[in-house]
């Protein structure tokens, strides 16, 4: 079975510092990788994905996520942080096999933006 | 906005009762995802349609059911309800049966007291 593993459940980064929030997955094949943020009560937000090709993605918001097939690891990057980036962001693995099974999450990391 | 819209925000209810949450998919999307977010369980998946058939179950309980109906439009019934239901339930949708971007609604946030 599919699984997906957010090391850090917290994480506090001071404004304008860069940042760097892990992620690694299980999956049998290549899997379809997805980073969410989630706002204080708010829904969930598609921040990039990765399906197939270029292994660095750009997303929304200035982020970034590389996939390295090696480490089983989909790591979402952001060169300089701002107050509004505080939110849960959870990283997601789904099938890639064009199977109808629901995407996996993981526990989700809480970032702190310290001004 | 992802265009997913869910009804109601909020739903405050009693032990043992029945509730009816529904989502309106984005416009041109076939496949409607529910998922449950509780603190304890996380963001789980509990069921998929796609173009008014079931797909997929995931952690679904037997007290739980959904349907879509012929305009695309989702509802996820909830029934004996326990203290533990208590969660935020999303609706997303995609436009294939499987393997494509899932759009998240707002959700509802349901509580049982």
């Known amino acids: 079975a599919q699984s997906v593993t957010q090391p850090d459940i917290h994480i506090t980064v001071s404004e304008g510092a860069s940042l760097e929030l892990r992620c690694n997955y299980s999956?049998?094949?290549?899997?379809?990788l997805f980073w969410y943020v989630q706002s204080p009560g708010q829904g969930l937000q598609l921040l990039l994905k990765?399906?197939?090709?270029?292994?660095l993605v750009q997303g929304i918001k200035g982020f970034e996520a590389e996939f390295k097939r090696s480490q089983s690891s989909f790591n979402l990057r952001k060169p300089s942080v701002h107050w509004s980036d505080a939110a849960e962001y959870f990283c997601a693995v789904g099938n890639s096999g064009g199977g109808a099974d629901g995407l996996t999450f993981g526990k989700g990391t809480h970032l702190i933006i310290q001004p | 906005d992802s265009g997913v819209t869910q009804t109601p925000k909020h739903l405050i209810t009693a032990t043992g009762q029945r509730v009816t949450l529904r989502c309106s998919p984005r416009?041109?999307?076939?496949?409607v995802y529910w998922y449950q977010q509780s603190l304890d369980q996380g963001l789980q998946f509990l069921i998929q349609y796609y173009n008014g058939e079931e797909r997929a179950k995931g952690n679904i309980l037997e007290r739980f059911s959904a349907q879509q109906f012929p305009d695309l439009h989702s509802e996820l019934n909830l029934s004996s309800l326990e203290l533990g239901d208590s969660a935020l339930y999303f609706c997303?949708?995609?436009?294939?049966?499987?393997?494509?971007?899932?759009?998240f609604g707002p959700g509802t946030r349901l509580t049982v007291l």
């Open positions: 997303a949708s995609s436009v294939e049966r499987g393997g494509d971007t899932q759009y």
């Open positions: 990765y399906f197939s090709g270029d292994t």
């Open positions: 416009s041109g999307d076939l496949s």
């Open positions: 999956y049998g094949a290549t899997p379809y």
